[in-house]
């Protein structure tokens, strides 16, 4: 076996088509002077096209031991490697202005992300590769089947927008499903949720049970009084279901459901 070779444990599927690489290098959008951070680089397909990219600064943010190495063993000046899990990385402190790419892994991707676009203040643009059919509710709208929580999260710190879809034969091993690649702008910071926090729980307690209304979800947890008064002050109708909700409809009813005295 080949110590290079994909762990499972990882979820590790790394991209080898290079037409697919240049369109996420593209979807980028480096300019001279960029600093650009890398998820997960693995062997280094994209790595290797980063490395010839405009940019000045490279990071690359590995969590397994054999690529940590080997990238660290390629060192140059400019590139730096972080040996270290990317859901653990504290990305508040990402240094801005940053763009931020990554084949990510299927297992992670979802909370990675959801991290990523409330934390990381000081990315500027994010291209991801991730499984389609996340990707898909991402990009969903109110009303969709795949419309949920995370949709929602992402859409209030973020625009989210469709690149192009990778078949599993562009990976070694080819995945089972397709794959998709999207890019994260981040929207400006006064739009974000004033308390993000309140959002989270919210979007938490209204997407468990999806299929009910807002009022009978709510009222399990808070008295009636407060459940009808938030809904008629943010304008929302009781018998609404949460997937009809827009994201600015859940931040204003977070805020007025939760700090409502």
Known sequence: MNELSAKKSLGQHFLRDASAVRRIIELLDIEPGDHVLEIGPGPGALTDMLRSSPCTRLTLL?????????????????LEVIHGDALEYPWEKLPAPCKIVGNLPYNIASPLM???VSRAVGYTRAVFMIQ??????ILSSPGGKTYGALTVWIRSFAVPQ?????????????????????????????????????????????????????????RAHFPQEKVLTSLEKTEIA???????LTPEEFQKLALTLFMLD
């Open 132 to 137: 389609k059919e996340v990707a898909d509710r």
């Open 62 to 78: 590995e969590k397994d031991d054999r690529f940590a190495s080997l990238h660290a063993s390629q060192a140059r000046a400019g």
């Open 238 to 244: 009781p018998a609404r279901r949460p997937e009809t």
């Open 162 to 218: 469709k690149g192009f879809v990778v078949k599993p034969g562009a990976f070694t091993p080819p995945p089972k499903v397709d794959s998709a690649v999207i890019t994260l702008t981040p929207l400006p910071q006064n739009d974000f949720p004033k308390h993000p926090e309140l959002l989270a729980t919210l979007l938490k307690l209204c997407f468990q049970q999806r299929r009910k209304q807002l009022q009978a979800i709510l």
């Open 114 to 116: 959801w991290d990523i």
